[in-house]
């Protein structure tokens, strides 16, 4: 019988040396739960592609990126996220990124996204155009310090359940622009 890969919390956590992963080859189809700090402060991490990265059984994304000072980019197109609860801090501290498209990441779910942002002060480009957030609960210090955002398009989130969403653009200086949902 062949037994699967069912928890990689903190699988990488604290690997400050590695650079690249390779999971073209990894099975990741029984991965549930959380996936929380998978590559937690994995400061020279400088690009990663989970495209083929199994994501339908996850709750848990927080702390995923958080503190990969190197990450340049990331992709994350993949369509079947649909039981994320949890994005909590997930890019907190992504120094170095520049470009994020999350237009596939499904949001439907999705109850904590406070801090998801915080100090991705390099960040030019955000697409979070198809987030849609009927159950968000906090938001708070999403966009802490995005000093480079300029627009962001909040157009599609629903902010009906949220309580919180205090110092949610704080210190993003150069943004001129934010869409609000209707």
Not at 1 to 21: A, G, Q, T
Not at 30 to 44: D, L, Q
């Amino acid at each position: 019988m062949e037994k699967k890969v069912k928890c990689v919390i903190c699988l990488f956590s604290l690997c400050e040396d590695i650079y690249e992963i390779d999971f073209s080859h990894f099975d990741s189809s029984s991965i549930s739960g959380a996936i929380s700090s998978m590559f937690n402060r994995c400061s020279s991490l400088i690009s990663l592609d989970l495209s083929n990265f199994n994501l339908s059984q996850v709750t848990h994304t927080n702390y995923l990126f958080n503190k990969c000072y190197s990450l340049t980019s990331v992709n994350l197109s993949n369509k079947d996220a649909t039981n994320i609860l949890d994005m909590q801090s997930m890019f907190s501290s992504c120094i170095s990124l520049k470009f994020l498209d999350l237009t596939y990441f499904n949001t439907l779910k999705v109850k904590f996204m406070n801090y998801t942002f915080y100090n991705c002060h390099s960040l030019i480009s955000l697409n979070l155009y198809s987030f849609n957030t009927p159950q968000l609960l906090a938001a708070e210090y999403m966009f802490y310090n995005c000093s480079k955002l300029t627009l962001l398009n909040l157009s599609s989130f629903d902010f009906s359940q949220t309580t919180d969403i205090g110092v949610m653009f704080a210190r993003c200086v150069s943004l001129k622009t934010v869409i609000f949902p209707k």
